[in-house]
Nanobody, 114 residues
Framework: QVHLVESAGGLVQAGGSLGLSCKASRSIFDIVMAWYRQAPGKNRELVATITSGGSPYYVESVKGRFTISRDNAKNTVYLQMNSLKPEDTGVYYC?????????WGQGTQVTVSS
């Protein structure tokens, strides 16, 4: 079992920035990591992924505003969120794409006010 501990989210005004981190209890070497989010009353949706080599993918709605990164030596993945919009509000989850099964962070609340 892999435990993923996310940093605290927060409350930020539209146009502001916020960074999240997710530390795994074991090595993330050769593991694709991802961030998802879930708005109230909505399904969980993919935000970004990053390969073991550091190649990122972003959904169109966050492209150019969010940056996913990783530090394998620290077993940690990050999500830097800039130019935040109210529609970015939701619970953000770190995801470890293990071969046998995925593992999830506990979720952290990000609220963007207008």
């Amino acid at each position: 079992q892999v435990h993923l501990v996310e940093s605290a989210g927060g409350l930020v005004q539209a146009g502001g920035s916020l960074g999240l981190s997710c530390k795994a209890s074991r090595s993330i070497f050769d593991i694709v990591m991802a961030w998802y989010r879930q708005a109230p009353g909505k399904n969980r949706e993919l935000v970004a992924t990053i390969t073991s080599g550091g190649s990122p993918y972003y959904v169109e709605s966050v492209k150019g505003r969010f940056t996913i990164s990783r530090d394998n030596a620290k077993n940690t993945v990050y999500l830097q969120m800039n130019s935040l919009k109210p529609e970015d509000t939701g619970v953000y989850y770190c995801n470890y794409r293990g071969i046998r099964s995925p593992y999830w962070g506990q979720g952290t609340q990000v609220t963007v006010s207008s």
